[in-house]
């Protein structure tokens, strides 16, 4: 029923003979080859997925598969940035394979920084050849610099943050959490909320750091990031 609800919930508002229309008018060759294309980069992002997965756990690819499509489902009907559907990925994980479900959230983070490192490779690749092989005015190429500085600032800060062996503040974030009623009821003290954060918020951050920080993991995430995002812009 809840399926059903949100399924409904997403279709609102669509004028399905408008869409029928535009349906007559569509290409069928193109149409097939950006829905093949679709598909595989998403077979692709799984296989990212599972490559960023396999030491924390033996997952079934298809499996795997079905969690991506609940997430990414989840992720639509979220208002906003779409974000709901990582911490879902992450609790049917744990309750599939019995682990936290903070190192899981760690692996899907790791997973998302790589999607990003490959599609940071394409943005700076694609300013490199517009700042040296195009002819643009002065006032563009600076702005363009800035933006290739503030990418490359950006994964510096992002790399220094994964590998710092420095402990994660979670004491500000404690404390303001603590304030909900909800919160309040579950732990009997703020020692106690501290010790869970600060305990899953070292799953997360180990987990991030042993994936990025693993050779073959990192070249196999890329090449699988690369692959999804030629599909993609394809």
């Known amino acids: 029923a809840i399926v059903i609800f949100f399924f409904l919930y997403v279709l609102r508002g669509i004028e399905f003979r408008e ?7 569509i290409n069928l060759y193109y149409f097939l080859a950006a829905l093949l294309c679709a598909i595989a980069s998403l077979l692709f992002w799984n296989l990212r997925w599972q490559n960023s997965l396999n030491k924390l756990a033996k997952v079934n690819f298809f499996f795997l598969l079905k969690i991506l499509f609940a997430g990414l489902f989840l992720n639509t009907i979220t208002p906003g940035a779409g974000i709901g559907g990582e911490p879902l990925r992450a609790y049917l994980l744990r309750e599939k394979y019995h682990k936290p479900m903070s190192k899981f959230f760690g692996a899907i983070l790791a997973d998302k920084f790589l999607h990003f490192l490959a599609y940071s490779g394409f943005l700076i690749f694609s300013l490199f050849y517009i700042l040296f092989f195009f002819k643009i005015n002065v006032s563009s190429k600076i702005f363009f610099f800035l933006l290739l500085i503030g990418i490359l600032v950006i994964l510096y800060i992002t790399l220094k943050i994964i590998f710092s062996k420095k402990r994660i503040r979670t004491k500000l974030m404690v404390r303001t959490l603590y304030f909900f009623k909800f919160i309040k009821r579950r732990f009997t ?20 750091r042993s994936i990025i920080g693993d050779k073959k993991k990192l070249i196999m995430g890329i090449i699988y990031s690369i692959f999804f995002w030629i599909l993609r812009f394809y």
């Not at 869409?19 to 008018?25: D, G, I, Q, R, S």
């Open 19 to 25: 869409v029928y229309e535009l349906f007559k008018t």
């Open 189 to 208: 003290n703020i020692e106690i909320f501290n010790n869970y954060i600060d305990k899953r918020s070292k799953n997360i951050h180990y987990q991030l």
